[in-house]
């Protein structure tokens, strides 16, 4: 007859005296979790809970469960999330870029310039979809326009105070954004607490922020207002994207609107009720200190 020889580990969870993963053991799993497993050797890129303890095993620790691995990780706070794309900047001048940055944010902390972090923002009839609470068994439907229609919203947020200016376009070009220039100048040095201070708009390298037409409408603000374009293909350092998903989360996501007319006057709604409350967009966008 054939015997069937059973792992230590289910005959230690059949007495209750289950292996656990301590010491030496411990570091080696943090080490490896942290670790691609390419780079350990294997043909696959992600880890499982199966394949660490074979690992492990294969360096000699002494055998337990996949499950106490999967515990054990959730005891040292590993969870499985999603991870999310990571791009690098391709420009050269990026550091410099950066620095200057820098500089400019604590120029503004200290009153010596006016920093704004500007941006567009389309707004799509067609709703965003996001997760939300659901009755378990059920899915909720989200329903969707005929046809889609779209206009665009230009937005800039102060990055100390952190009230915003915002305008609504037909279209996201150079006329645009130069109708959005002109009443965000005149909404910023026609407020009671603007000194003559010099602004600095910090932009991205979309085309329509460095257009032969902008840059000629621009030198009428040449005295007073300095457009900084960011580091090509860095989205992270515009602090406004993240009002942009707030807004998005909040308001566009998972509604469709009676019609643009309707989704445009929620959208001005709610970043003119922000005004009302410039922490909150400050710890949105994360410039507190």
Same mark, same amino acid.
């Given at each position: ?38 780079? +350990?050797?294997?043909?696959? /890129?992600?880890? &499982? ?10 360096? !000699? *620790?002494? $055998? ?91 937005? +800039?947020?102060?990055?100390? /105070?952190?009230? &915003? ?10 006329? !645009? *954004?130069? $109708? ?110």
């Amino acid at each position: 007859m054939k015997v069937k020889v059973c792992p230590a580990w289910r005959i230690a969870l059949v007495v209750g005296v289950l292996p656990k993963v301590t010491g030496q053991c411990e570091a080696e799993l943090k080490k490896l979790v942290e670790q691609e497993p390419r780079k +350990a050797g294997y043909s696959f /890129s992600s880890w &499982t809970c199966a394949d660490l303890l074979h690992e492990l095993i294969r360096k !000699g *620790f002494e $055998a337990v469960s996949s499950e106490t691995i999967r515990a054990h990780l959730h005891t040292l706070g590993y969870r499985v999330r999603r991870p999310v794309l990571s791009i690098a900047s391709p420009d050269p001048e990026y550091r410099q870029k950066v620095k200057s940055l820098k500089k400019y944010q604590k120029q503004a902390k200290n009153g010596e310039i006016l920093l704004y972090y500007q941006d567009e923002i389309d707004l799509n009839l067609l709703p965003g979809i996001m997760r939300c609470w659901t009755l378990e068994g059920a899915q909720r439907k989200v329903p969707t326009p005929g046809q889609n229609q779209k206009q665009y919203g230009f937005g +800039a947020v102060n990055y100390v /105070s952190g009230q &915003t200016v915002h305008c609504i376009e037909e279209r996201k070009n150079s006329v !645009g *954004f130069c $109708a959005f220039i002109e009443q965000f100048m005149q909404t910023v040095t026609q407020a009671p607490d603007y000194h003559g201070q010099k602004i600095v708009v910090v932009v991205d390298n979309f085309i329509i922020h460095r257009s032969r037409k902008t840059q000629e409408f621009l030198e009428k603000y040449r005295d007073h207002l300095l457009l900084f374009l960011l580091p090509t293909y860095s989205p992270w350092l515009n602090l406004i994207e993240r009002l942009w998903k707030h807004l998005r989360r909040k308001v566009t996501h998972n509604h469709l609107f009676a019609s643009l007319a309707d989704l445009v006057k929620a959208v001005c709604s709610f970043l003119e009720a922000l005004n009302a409350t410039p922490q909150l967009t400050l710890s949105v966008i994360g410039a507190t200190e």
